[in-house]
């Protein structure tokens, strides 16, 4: 299973970073996600990572939000820049393809 934590209460134009904690080759072998559920609304996607490095990411965090891997930790990160209220959502991490169980996320709550 995938844990995700490191998130809280954070004023905007703060900064967070996210972890994912994972094992065994979870990291080499799948495309990683990051995905967020804002109250009332439906989960959605919010970075990729693929196993070589590419990161793709959703319009509205480009440029404030980076994923990135260590695969010597198992983990993976989301480094969340420039917050806005609009961010506050519950934060999960799993493959792209969502293979495994939904973990309870980390909140990440942007407010001042």
């Known amino acids: 299973q995938l844990q995700a934590s490191g998130g809280g209460l954070v004023q905007p134009g703060g900064s967070l970073r996210l972890s994912c904690a994972t094992s065994?080759?979870?990291?080499?072998?799948?495309?990683m996600a990051w995905y967020r559920q804002a109250p009332g609304k439906e989960r959605e996607l919010v970075a990729v990572?693929?196993?070589?490095?590419?990161?793709n990411y959703v319009d509205s965090v480009k440029g404030r939000f980076t994923i990135s891997t260590d695969n010597a930790e198992n983990t993976m990160y989301l480094q969340m820049n420039s917050l806005k209220p609009e961010d506050t959502a519950v934060y999960y991490c799993?493959?792209?393809?969502?293979?495994?169980?939904w973990g309870q996320g980390t909140l990440v709550t942007v407010s001042s």
């Open positions: 990572i693929a196993s070589g490095g590419g990161t």
């Open positions: 065994g080759n979870i990291l080499s072998i799948n495309v």
């Open positions: 799993n493959t792209f393809g969502r293979n495994f169980p």
